[in-house]
């Protein structure tokens, strides 16, 4: 009886050991798990981050090209104006100036009237 006591003692020890040593094998398990999980979402995170970033970047460089599209716009848009205000200045110069030739004409041919009238009386 005492060798049977001692025999159920020693499977109750070598079962409890067991037991122990397959909740800390499992408890490791369910830790490895646990980093392998956090170690993903950190990589996820890290990548939507390079993501957005790539995103912003690129955003940015759009923004760049377009306000000096509009800046190249806007000085086109100057030029053209000045040329044709310009071209306005030269047709008003041209037409002040055959105005003024009509009107020395119409003077001279005023001025020879009167003196053929002149001479006729």
Same mark, same amino acid.
């Given at each position: 009886?005492?060798?049977? #006591?001692? %025999?159920? !003692?020693? @499977?109750?020890?070598?079962?409890?050991?067991?037991?122990?040593?397959? &909740?800390? #094998?499992?408890?490791?398990?369910?830790?490895?798990?646990?980093?392998?999980?956090?170690?993903? +979402?950190?990589? %996820?995170?890290?990548? +939507?981050? *390079?993501?957005?970033?790539?995103?912003?970047?690129?955003?940015?460089? /759009? @923004?760049?090209? !377009?306000?000096? +599209? /509009?800046? *190249?716009? =806007?000085?086109?848009?100057?030029? &053209? &104006?000045?040329?044709?205000?310009?071209? @306005?200045? *030269? %047709?008003?110069?041209?037409? =002040?100036?055959? /105005?003024? #030739?009509? !009107?020395?004409? &119409?003077?001279? *041919? %005023?001025?020879? +009237? #009167?003196?053929?009238?002149?001479?006729?009386?």
């Amino acid at each position: 009886e005492k060798e049977e #006591r001692i %025999a159920s !003692q020693e @499977e109750e020890a070598a079962a409890e050991a067991e037991t122990e040593m397959l &909740e800390g #094998r499992q408890s490791h398990e369910w830790a490895v798990a646990a980093m392998e999980r956090e170690k993903e +979402e950190l990589i %996820a995170s890290h990548e +939507e981050a *390079v993501a957005a970033a790539a995103e912003t970047e690129k955003l940015e460089k /759009l @923004e760049r090209r !377009q306000s000096r +599209e /509009l800046a *190249v716009a =806007a000085m086109e848009h100057e030029k &053209e &104006e000045r040329i044709a205000s310009h071209e @306005e200045a *030269v %047709a008003a110069a041209a037409e =002040a100036e055959n /105005l003024e #030739r009509r !009107q020395r004409r &119409e003077w001279a *041919v %005023a001025a020879m +009237e #009167r003196e053929k009238e002149e001479r006729i009386a």
